[in-house]
């Protein structure tokens, strides 16, 4: 991440300045400064992906070679373990050999996400619904995507279509909320926030994203309780950090932010947030 401040990095910078109203006309701008790794389907596991481990599933493979679901269940592991070109290989010759598995089409299009190769993720994801037309996997994992390009209604239209069968897919109000959120609809923000920390109370993403539409909407206290749970989620997120800094700043707690603002230094040394925060603040 560069250094340098892009205009939406100041917009997000200046919203203690601002009057409450541009501030709420900036919300689509403030929205961005959130984290985009947010709910990640499958997390980096190398230990999934150790020789050992490999060398079983392998073992598995070789006594049933005419096997799509071993193919598949060492594409998932290679998947865990960052070896995604390994991954796609075994998801292709599972596809082979039952291109009936949504699973797999699914499966497939996250490592395809991954590495950044959208157009076929979203390909994937739309063989796997057609499939099943109420895998709810797929709509989120192809949603994200939508939302990630700004294509909100084609993301809209695939997160509430997970809702209306009654999901407790928290992804779903998670994504919807980031959606929300970048269009300056805080409070429908904010609900989906709720709801998506009340089907997993244990994710810090959810109280991050809700804590700056807090911000946003200009309630400091509900952004710093918020953002203090984040962190104490995930000690590691230099977002939370950074946005907690932020709140505290609000509050006239000029110490307790540049505290916070250092940690999320100590965490990204480019994050631009803290930075600014800091210089804003000083540094003690």
């Avoid at 959130?34 to 150790?50: E, H, I, K, L, R």
């Avoid at 920390?197 to 911000?215: D, E, F, H, Q, V």
């Avoid at 509900?222 to 907690?244: C, K, P, T, Y």
Wanted: proline share 3%.
């Amino acid at each position: 991440m560069s250094n340098r401040l892009t205009l939406r990095d100041r917009l997000c910078l200046m919203h203690k300045f601002l009057p409450h109203a541009t501030l709420i006309g900036l919300a689509s701008m403030l929205a961005a400064c959130n984290t985009s790794g947010v709910y990640d389907d499958v997390p980096t596991n190398s230990s999934a992906g150790s020789s050992t481990n490999i060398a079983s599933l392998t073992a598995v493979i070789d006594a049933n070679p005419n096997d799509a679901s071993a193919y598949s269940t060492r594409g998932i592991a290679y998947g865990q373990a960052g070896k995604l070109d390994k991954a796609v290989e075994d998801f292709n010759k599972a596809l082979q050999l039952n291109p009936q598995s949504y699973q797999t089409y699914a499966n497939r299009g996250l490592v395809y996400r991954r590495m950044g190769q959208n157009e076929q993720a979203v390909a994937d994801y739309t063989r796997a619904i057609n499939i099943k037309p109420d895998y709810d996997v797929a709509y989120v994992g192809r949603g994200n995507i939508y939302r990630q390009q700004g294509n909100y209604n084609a993301a809209l239209a695939d997160f509430n279509s997970v809702i209306t069968r009654d999901s407790s897919d928290a992804r779903a109000f998670y994504n919807r909320g980031l959606i929300y959120q970048a269009q300056n609809q805080h409070q429908r923000a904010i609900e989906d926030f709720a709801t998506a920390i009340g089907l997993n109370p244990k994710a810090s993403a959810p109280y991050i994203a809700r804590g700056i539409s807090y911000i946003a909407v200009n309630d400091p206290n509900a952004a710093f309780s918020d953002l203090s749970m984040a962190v104490n989620l995930d000690r590691d997120s230099a977002i939370a950090w950074a946005n907690r800094g932020l709140a505290q700043e609000m509050l006239n707690n000029p110490k307790d932010a540049r505290r916070s603002f250092t940690r999320a230094i100590t965490l990204d040394n480019s994050n631009t947030i803290a930075r600014e925060g800091l210089r804003r603040v000083g540094n003690g």
